[in-house]
């Protein structure tokens, strides 16, 4: 059974990094794309970065560009995401998503048949 797992949320001062994980399993097939969203409260759903797998192309959030970085071990089936100088308007609930289906860039929420859970990640002022 297809199965994402993160890791890596917590609290953290603004400026600081924080480093998260996607782990997954079950997936049959090594071509589709995992994207990390965000949710805060009173907020819609918003995609932040996104890999694919088959071939390490990477995509960003205009929010994200230069602070955060995507990147895959596929030996661990595991996705990161490395967030540094991180700012009080990062809090959120962060996801990882994945898609079977290849548009070549990041895929809108609605395509992501495949979630984990999600990890809080607080960033204080």
């Known amino acids: 059974e297809a199965q994402l797992v993160e890791s890596g949320g917590g609290l953290v001062q603004a400026g600081g990094s924080l480093r998260l994980s996607c782990a997954a399993s079950g997936f049959t097939s090594d071509d589709y794309i995992i994207g990390w969203f965000r949710q805060a409260p009173g907020k819609e759903r918003e995609g932040v970065s996104c890999?694919?797998?088959?071939?390490?192309?990477?995509y960003y959030a205009a929010s994200a560009k230069g602070r955060f970085t995507i990147s895959s071990d596929n030996a661990k089936n595991t996705v990161y995401l490395r967030m540094n100088s991180l700012k009080p308007e990062d809090t959120a609930v962060y996801y990882c998503?994945?898609?079977?289906?290849?548009?070549?860039?990041?895929?809108?929420?609605?395509?992501?048949?495949?979630w984990g859970r999600g990890t809080q990640i607080t960033v204080s002022s």
């Open positions: 890999i694919s797998i088959a071939d390490g192309i990477t």
């Open positions: 998503a994945a898609t079977l289906v290849n548009l070549g860039t990041c895929a809108p929420v609605s395509y992501y048949a495949y």
